[in-house]
């Protein structure tokens, strides 16, 4: 059973810094797609950033040059570490594993979901 599990989500203000963590399980996933996405209500699920198995990244254009997403292969953690985070990156973010190696940041593309973790940024 995939399990997927975010951590370090908080309330900071504009400009604050706060890294995402998601331990995923089975420990066989380590080569997968994976990636984050955010949400908040009433609005889709957007992909803000995502990680081929081969290491290719690709970012949501509005966090490109704030947002960095990795991979600690050895503890099988995924990262996301958000810099000069704004008001409008508020919402719920979600860690995701895909079935593939190569991703496709969007939401239909993902298979396993975490429960997420709130981030919330005040201006």
């Known amino acids: 059973q995939v399990q997927l599990v975010e951590s370090g989500g908080d309330s900071v203000k504009a400009g604050e810094t706060l890294r995402l963590s998601c331990t995923i399980l089975?420990?066989?996933?380590?080569?997968?797609?994976m990636g984050w996405f955010r949400q908040i209500p009433g609005k889709d699920r957007e992909g803000v950033a995502t990680l081929d198995g081969d290491g290719k990244t690709n970012y949501l254009s509005s966090v490109k040059d704030r947002f960095t997403i990795s991979k600690d292969g050895a503890n099988n953690t995924l990262y996301l570490q958000m810099n000069s985070l704004r008001h409008e990156d508020t919402a719920m973010y979600y860690c995701a594993a895909a079935d593939n190696w190569r991703c496709v940041r969007t939401q239909a593309f993902f298979t396993y979901w975490g429960q997420g973790t709130q981030v919330t940024v005040s201006s």
């Open positions: 089975p420990y066989t996933f380590r080569g997968h797609c």
